[in-house]
């Protein structure tokens, strides 16, 4: 039977340049080499539909890079990425936003953006913004909100897309804790209506709550693709010296 892959990355590499810069490159305005830093070394990773995944690993390794390659925001060097579905990605809540418009413009441009028809956002900002609590602030620019306020602005947006692969980067460890309440209670109903769901984070307890499965990633190792608690169970010193 073949198997309901709604992810598939085959043999991913990305780098980045590092600028090496010289006292005379600068002077005479030269070109300059940098080095290159492979980020992500030939990386293969299947996801089933309705699975939920957790990439672990400590800063630099490529958590964050991977994911935006699988949103598409991001282009690898090497390496093929098919997707089924409409991604969402929460990674930088809010970075669409403009604070010239009010609260409720940008729900209906910031929707748009992302793919929700302008004519549902137009009938639908009020249940947003309620959703967000942020319902008595709808007619003020957004420069008069707090980071929080936009952030919970941006989820709530988010939250109404019709999306079946969600792609979330350290959102639940941003915004106040009935914010937080809010955003784990939303996973939650995406999960059990067979969402597949994408989680970067360095909290333990919520990959745990969330996920099913586990992707390792390690500096100039293999990556490492297993069970949730297998791997935090045989990688659980490592892990915690790497992200406190």
Known sequence: MTKNYIIECNNIWKKYNTP???????????????SQNWVLKDLSLKVMKGTSLGILGSNGVGKTTLLSIIHGTLLPDKGTVKTTGHITGMMHLGGGF?????????????????????????????????????????????????????????????????TNIMLIDEVLAVGDKDFQIICKDYIKKFKKRGGTLVVVSH???????????????????KEVHSDINDILNKHDLKLLGDFV
């Open 20 to 34: 090496v810069l010289g006292i005379k490159s600068l002077l005479l305005n030269k070109k300059f080499k940098g």
């Open 98 to 162: 403009h604070p010239s418009l009010t609260g409720k413009d940008n729900i209906i441009t910031y929707g748009t953006l992302i793919g929700i028809d302008p004519n549902d956002l137009k009938e639908k900002w009020v249940e947003i913004s309620e959703f967000a609590g942020l319902r008595d602030v709808m007619g003020e620019q957004l420069r008069t909100y707090s980071s929080g306020m936009i952030v919970r602005l941006a989820f709530a947006t988010l939250a109404f897309s019709a």
């Open 203 to 221: 909290d333990i307890e919520q990959l745990k709550m969330f996920c099913d499965d586990g992707l390792l990633l390690q500096k100039n190792k």
